[in-house]
């Protein structure tokens, strides 16, 4: 069973940080690309903004609003991966997600094109100013 579970999230003034974590089931951790993504401000859709991307062999990719701010790694004697935000701003408050997917695309910040993905449940980040 493919498990996500999201944590780290917070309240942090205008230009703090903040470190996310993804703890993923082991065979899902070694099988799949894993990315994060936020919740676009929009009560009348569920969508789902894509950040960054970790590939199973460690390559990364980001989506241009945060490349520069926002970290992607990941740890495999723990089977996290992380997302270290930085320089935040009042419209980075959102729910944070991670995700497992099959494939890595190397520019976007994305993974894609599985028959199946998953989602965690999600960790709120909330910038003040």
């Known amino acids: 069973q493919v498990k996500l579970v999201e944590s780290g999230g917070g309240s942090v003034q205008v230009g703090g940080s903040l470190r996310l974590s993804c703890v993923v089931s082991?065979?899902?951790?070694?099988?799949?690309?894993i990315g994060w993504h936020r919740q676009v401000p929009d009560k009348q859709h569920d969508e789902r903004e894509a950040?960054?991307?970790?590939?199973?062999?460690?390559?990364?990719s980001y989506a241009d609003s945060v490349k520069g701010r926002f970290t992607i790694s990941k740890d495999n004697a723990k089977n996290t991966v992380y997302l270290q935000l930085t320089g935040l701003k009042p419209e980075d408050t959102s729910m944070y997600y991670c995700?497992?997917?099959?494939?890595?695309?190397?520019?976007?910040?994305?993974?894609?094109?599985?028959?199946?993905?998953?989602w965690g449940q999600g960790t709120q980040v909330t910038v003040s100013s």
């Open positions: 995700a497992a997917d099959s494939f890595f695309d190397s520019t976007g910040g994305y993974c894609y094109g599985g028959e199946d993905n998953y």
């Open positions: 082991a065979d899902a951790f070694r099988s799949y690309c």
């Open positions: 950040l960054a991307a970790i590939s199973r062999d460690g390559r990364t």
